[in-house]
């Protein structure tokens, strides 16, 4: 299932930490950081993961704190979830995306300093 979900991908992903709170609909909230994001969504390393189809109210902090609904679209169990966002005002939206190019400008720039 990932490697044909991986096909489908409208956006690049890149491996970057952010802090995230979730929680599934009617459940406690819940700590973690994401171990890659994209403007389409994240994937979140944990021991319990979620069932594909459930769906979650997000919390991201990139530079401030963006909310989104997203739904869990892979899973491998005791490994972590693939999520997909799929309701985000457009300002969040600009706010990821912003945050997404400045961590790779970041990540580019101390490639190239010398040693």
């Known amino acids: 299932m990932s490697s044909s979900h991986q096909d ?8 970057i930490k952010v802090p995230i709170e979730f929680h599934p609909e009617g ?10 994001l994209s403007l389409g969504g994240c ?35 005791q490994v972590g979830n693939g999520i997909q966002f799929i309701d985000m005002a457009p300002t969040d939206r600009d706010t990821i995306r ?3 190019d400045n961590a790779v400008k970041e990540n580019l720039s101390s490639k190239k300093r010398p040693e």
């Open 8 to 15: 489908r991908r409208k956006h690049a992903r890149f491996k």
């Open 98 to 100: 912003n945050y997404i």
């Open 27 to 36: 459940s406690r909230r819940l700590r973690s950081a994401t171990a890659d």
């Open 43 to 77: 994937y979140l390393e944990m021991m319990f993961t979620f069932p594909i189809g459930a769906v979650l109210e997000l919390s991201l902090q990139v530079g401030h704190t963006v909310h989104a609904k997203a739904i869990v679209v892979s899973r491998e169990l």
